[in-house]
């Protein structure tokens, strides 16, 4: 059986000099060299106040990525909605006795999971980090969880209200109602009405996107925390222009693109900077 080679570009940035990245990437490449996995986690920075657990958002984030990438390759006989369930599991026991688990802020992220072998392409997404798979014929699918996207009354119209603000509104103003928008969508966050992360609770796992693709089929994944998406989502690029800038200049140009342009609004809509990390790897 001939190995196939596999090309890894990996860049990941804090949102600030001053606090710890709470995104978690890995590609793992087993010693066959028949197959791999990727794990990309964006861990979920709490409101001020008591989230109920003694442990940072980034020890979860080390503990949850440290698992999946395990058993993404130890146990082939495992699909990845049970990976990621064993994985909230697992980790969940590590601090159980420490921490209250039910807290509603309890430590949480987003997750992408992708696993290949010579026959097929597994994937899975959680919440609202994308994985891009790049067709063999050139075709870009972008996989989401659109969750975020659809959520109920008043998010939407929250969310139009802050867009629609002049640049020249107060700052107090404009930090009112950012802060309203995301109450707003913080208090569907783990909700039959709203959209889910990995948290504390392995049932989380049967929400995910899921899916397989033929190995032969495709020719590369990249995997974005919302912090690169940035790009897309509040600059106007385009997910094709995104693959375009990786495939040639790399992930931490695209870090590099989505930070400069960060720099240059004068009136940021939430956080100016989040953690970003891209992930990019040629089948």
């Known amino acids: 059986m001939q190995t196939v080679p596999v090309h890894i570009d990996l860049t990941t940035e804090p949102g600030a000099p001053d606090h710890p990245n709470e995104d978690y990437c890995s590609v793992a490449l087993p010693a066959l060299g028949h197959g791999g996995c990727l794990v990309l986690l964006d861990g979920v920075t709490p409101p001020a106040g008591d989230d109920g657990c003694v442990h940072s958002v980034h020890w979860f984030t080390a503990r949850l990525g440290g698992a999946l990438g395990e058993l993404s390759v130890s146990r082939r006989d495992m699909t990845l909605e049970e990976i990621l369930a064993e994985g909230v599991a697992r980790t969940a026991e590590a601090h159980s006795s420490t921490c209250d688990l ?51 009354s008043p998010v939407p119209e929250l969310r139009a209200a802050v867009r629609a603000l002049p640049d020249h509104t107060p700052l107090p103003q404009r930090e009112a109602a950012v802060r309203e928008y995301m109450d707003a969508v913080e208090s569907l966050r783990n909700t039959d009405e709203g959209f889910h992360t990995a948290a504390a609770d392995p049932a989380v796992a049967r929400l995910a996107v ?40 790399g992930t931490a140009h695209l870090v590099q693109a989505v930070r400069d342009l960060e720099h240059a609004v004068p009136y940021p809509r939430g956080k100016r900077h989040d953690d970003a990390t891209a992930v990019h790897v040629v089948l």
């Open 102 to 152: 039910s807290h509603p802020r309890t430590p949480q992220a987003t997750v992408v999971l992708a696993r290949w072998d010579e026959e097929s392409v597994q994937h899975l997404v959680l919440s609202d980090s994308t994985l891009l798979l790049e067709r063999a014929d050139g075709a870009l699918v972008p996989v989401q969880d659109e969750r975020l996207d659809t959520l109920p």
């Open 210 to 249: 899921t899916g397989s693709t033929p190995r032969a089929d495709l020719r590369s994944l990249t995997a974005l925390t919302d912090g690169a998406t940035r790009w897309v989502d509040r600059f106007g690029g385009t997910w094709a222009g995104t693959l375009n800038l990786v495939r040639t200049r």
